[in-house]
């Protein structure tokens, strides 16, 4: 299984934009498809958006709204997810995953994830 760190979470103010990166570890990453998920208080672990591993497809949940974008990059095995338009309701700890399916939008379709970083939008 790969291992997986996430980092570019933070607090900032409604309208704002961050980017996620998850970093994975092995030589393996291009193998995989790599999705985003987030989790707040109280609720259960939910889809954000996905990517297959040649890049050429996409998903996404459909609260992103046009708002997120997936990418990657295969020759640093790192994982993208810029965020804007940002709401207090995008307040979550976010998680990146890795999938041996080819499409993936539910947890455990995941074999691997990451410890997750914390996005706080405030009002």
């Known amino acids: 299984h790969a291992q997986l760190v996430e980092s570019g979470g933070g607090l900032v103010q409604t309208g704002a934009s961050l980017r996620l990166s998850c970093v994975a570890s092995?030589?393996?990453?291009?193998?995989?498809?790599m999705g985003w998920f987030r989790q707040a208080p109280g609720k259960e672990r939910e889809f954000v958006a996905a990517?297959?591993?040649?890049?050429?497809?996409?998903y996404y949940a459909a609260f992103v709204k046009g708002r997120f974008t997936i990418s990657r990059d295969n020759t640093k095995s790192t994982l993208y997810l810029q965020m804007s338009s940002l709401e207090p309701e995008d307040t979550a700890v976010y998680y990146c995953a890795a999938s041996t399916m080819v499409r993936a939008t539910r947890p455990l379709e995941y074999e691997s994830w990451g410890q997750g970083t914390q996005v706080t939008v405030s009002s």
């Open positions: 092995g030589r393996t990453f291009w193998r995989y498809s």
């Open positions: 990517i297959n591993w040649s890049d050429i497809n996409t």
